[in-house]
């Protein structure tokens, strides 16, 4: 496919948005060991920014800063690895694994080296409250820190702190206190570097996080917008919502944006967001993988998923985060499932040459990637980043593509089938007048309803081969229709030239309706006489016998309308008028004349200085109780 084409080109750019979201040193950041990180080998200006990873000391239930007095005088110093949770951290007196309520303080001793640039400081946060202190000051925070629920308050935001050209030994310590998330401690990376490099940091991480925001809401209002006008089809409605929930993710994960211009709204409101993010974008990307490719999800699984997903949700919306964090991990073991069996259908899809398959499963991997590195990094399993909304960049970028080329060839499709009805409707008005359905306020024929019905005054015209029963014995059925046809031909352009329809043949006979000006009907009828004369002279030419023909003229009251029934109707004219002009076409043979008219359409002549007319006085007409006077052209 064509299109895989653009698949290294999104992979490019996403490899160039990595690494903006960071400058990597050029050599591997050294680790901290028993409590102490050795910098005297790492030059800021040339290696870059560090982190602060590695083993730490941490004394639980201690603030050893800001409380001294509380706590244990002695309180057992344990090494720990950051970034980490303390539920990990064995033997804790008084820990319960499963709430991790409680506080502590993490210290490391750094020996820098020789630096001849001021530093900086970057936190990004922990679990839930922090306070970092340099040489016992307090340099920044997040919320307050206490020894229990009521005098600690949790805040997730990312500090940037300059800390001067420090040129001797600094120790760092960090107070946790946490009485809200299942997990506590020290959750996340702390950097140090050169002001330069960290600000260039910070500007690099909202660049590329407010790229990716941007990108995602505009695709996610343009197939908004998608839905609004073809409804049927709910791709755009699901595919816009996974991306604005994904663009809410953005918002409140890392450089947390949302927080920063309202960091005084509760926590508690903040941190839903981030988990009903997460597990609202699996049922709508369910969802329009389903609408996307029809019946190739299951049913039951479909069901099973979604529900375990709006129940996790629901649970986060009820309970406070002292419960609902207690979702994270069974959610992550049901969203492996569910990328397992999207993968398990996609792969279906691509063997079995599904258009676009290949495409979603490639978008399928980077977001996977980025899923797995997610989930692990949340666990303190390993210390990456949330990447989540680049590898759902690159994927979303190809779903949009495939959504657009799948719009395109359902554009393309409806030009096919507007093409073709047109065609229908020409070819239809051949059988149904347009005149007809112009007359019933239709604009094709798919309107027509059975009984729409419409009343009008017009003209009608009869016409007739005489004796053509015995004109046809002399033919084969062949020639009869080549006759018919011929003969139709010629006078069927003449009737729309003066403003009539035919509503339908009578198998040697015309009945056709002029629904202006009764002139016109006579114009034609006298024009069909003319071309009748030129047709028997042809006829004469080539041994054939010429043909005559009668023609009556009436103008009266009359309702058009469909009758049939359901599955099968038909247009017709209903009206006394129509009987009369049949009964004036027939009377031509007893006056032996061509074209008689109706007093009827006599009086409402125009300019009947035009032709000359003669009174042929009242005639009874068959099925009529009253007679009727007829007029007979004389040309």
């Given at each position: 496919m064509k299109s895989l084409k653009v698949i290294?080109?999104?992979?490019?750019?996403?490899?160039?948005?990595?690494?903006?979201?960071?400058?990597?040193?050029?050599?591997?950041?050294?680790?901290?060991?028993?409590?102490?990180?050795?910098?005297?080998?790492?030059?800021?200006?040339?290696?870059?920014?560090?982190?602060?990873?590695?083993?730490?000391?941490?004394?639980?239930?201690?603030?050893?800063?800001?409380?001294?007095?509380?706590?244990?005088?002695?309180?057992?110093?344990?090494?720990?690895?950051?970034?980490?949770?303390?539920?990990?951290?064995?033997?804790?007196?008084?820990?319960?694994?499963?709430?991790?309520?409680?506080?502590?303080?993490?210290?490391?001793?750094?020996?820098?080296?020789?630096?001849?640039?001021?530093?900086?400081?970057?936190?990004?946060?922990?679990?839930?409250?922090?306070?970092?202190?340099?040489?016992?000051?307090?340099?920044?925070?997040?919320?307050?820190?206490?020894?229990?629920?009521?005098?600690?308050?949790?805040?997730?935001?990312?500090?940037?702190?300059?800390?001067?050209?420090?040129?001797?030994?600094?120790?760092?310590?960090?107070?946790?206190?946490?009485?809200?998330?299942?997990?506590?401690?020290?959750?996340?990376?702390?950097?140090m570097g050169t002001e330069a490099d960290l600000l260039n940091f910070r500007d690099n991480s909202s660049f590329s996080e407010m790229f990716l925001f941007g990108s995602i809401i505009i695709m996610a209002l343009y197939h908004f917008g998608l839905y609004s006008l073809r409804r049927r089809d709910m791709t755009g409605l699901f595919f816009g919502a996974f991306c604005a929930s994904i663009c809410l993710r953005i918002f409140v994960t890392g450089e947390r944006f949302l927080i920063q211009k309202f960091p005084y709204l509760p926590w508690e409101f903040f941190n839903k967001l981030e988990y009903i993010s997460f597990y609202l974008a699996v049922p709508f990307f369910v969802y329009y993988l389903d609408a996307l490719y029809p019946h190739s999800f299951s049913a039951k699984l479909k069901k099973f998923f979604i529900g375990f997903n709006l129940i996790v949700s629901a649970i986060v919306v009820a309970t406070p985060a002292s419960i609902y964090t207690h979702t994270l991990i069974p959610f992550q073991v049901c969203l492996i499932f569910v990328i397992l069996w999207i993968f398990f259908v996609l792969v279906r899809l691509v063997r079995n040459g599904a258009e676009g398959s290949l495409m979603a499963i490639a978008g399928m991997i980077a977001l996977t990637a980025a899923a797995i590195n997610d989930s692990l990094y949340s666990q303190a399993v390993i210390n990456t980043g949330y990447y989540l909304p680049l590898g759902l960049f690159v994927f979303i970028f190809v779903q949009s593509y495939l959504l657009s080329f799948r719009f395109s060839q359902a554009f393309l499709y409806i030009e096919r089938l507007s093409d073709n009805l047109l065609e229908v409707n020409k070819a239809y008005s051949r059988f149904v007048p347009l005149a007809f359905l112009k007359f019933l306020n239709k604009s094709d024929i798919t309107e027509i309803g059975l009984g729409d019905q419409v009343q009008r005054e017009m003209t009608i015209l009869f016409s007739d081969i005489r004796s053509f029963t015995q004109l046809s014995e002399k033919m084969t059925p062949k020639d009869n229709f080549d006759f018919l046809n011929s003969y139709m031909r010629k006078m069927g352009p003449i009737i729309r030239k003066h403003g009539g329809f035919i509503d339908k043949y009578l198998g040697d006979g015309i009945m056709a309706l002029f629904p202006s000006l009764p002139d016109q009907a006579l114009d034609a009828a006298m024009e069909m006489l003319r071309e009748l004369e030129s047709l028997n002279q042809s006829r004469v030419d080539r041994h054939y016998e010429p043909i005559q023909i009668g023609i009556g003229l009436h103008t009266g009251t009359l309702m058009l309308g469909t009758i049939g029934e359901e599955e099968r109707m038909d247009g017709t004219v209903i009206s006394d008028a129509v009987n009369l002009a049949s009964r004036i076409e027939g009377l031509t043979k007893e006056f032996h004349a061509n074209l008689l008219l109706s007093e009827s359409t006599y009086r409402k002549l125009k300019n009947r200085r035009k032709y000359s007319f003669k009174k042929l006085g009242k005639v009874k007409v068959k099925g009529k109780s009253k007679s009727s006077e007829v007029y007979e052209v004389l040309g």
């Open positions: 290294p080109l999104l992979l490019l750019l996403v490899l160039t948005l990595f690494s903006c979201r960071s400058k990597n040193s050029s050599k591997i950041s050294p680790l901290a060991e028993n409590g102490v990180l050795d910098l005297r080998d790492w030059n800021f200006a040339e290696d870059g920014i560090v982190k602060l990873d590695g083993e730490w000391k941490f004394q639980w239930m201690k603030l050893a800063v800001s409380r001294p007095d509380l706590g244990p005088k002695d309180a057992q110093i344990h090494i720990v690895h950051v970034p980490g949770n303390w539920n990990q951290i064995s033997h804790l007196e008084g820990m319960n694994p499963l709430m991790a309520f409680g506080y502590g303080t993490y210290t490391l001793k750094i020996i820098p080296g020789q630096n001849q640039r001021r530093l900086m400081m970057h936190f990004q946060g922990a679990g839930t409250a922090a306070s970092i202190y340099v040489d016992g000051k307090k340099i920044m925070g997040n919320g307050v820190v206490g020894p229990d629920e009521n005098s600690s308050r949790p805040q997730y935001l990312p500090l940037y702190v300059a800390i001067g050209q420090p040129n001797k030994e600094i120790l760092v310590q960090v107070e946790i206190s946490n009485f809200n998330h299942y997990k506590g401690g020290l959750w996340e990376s702390l950097r």
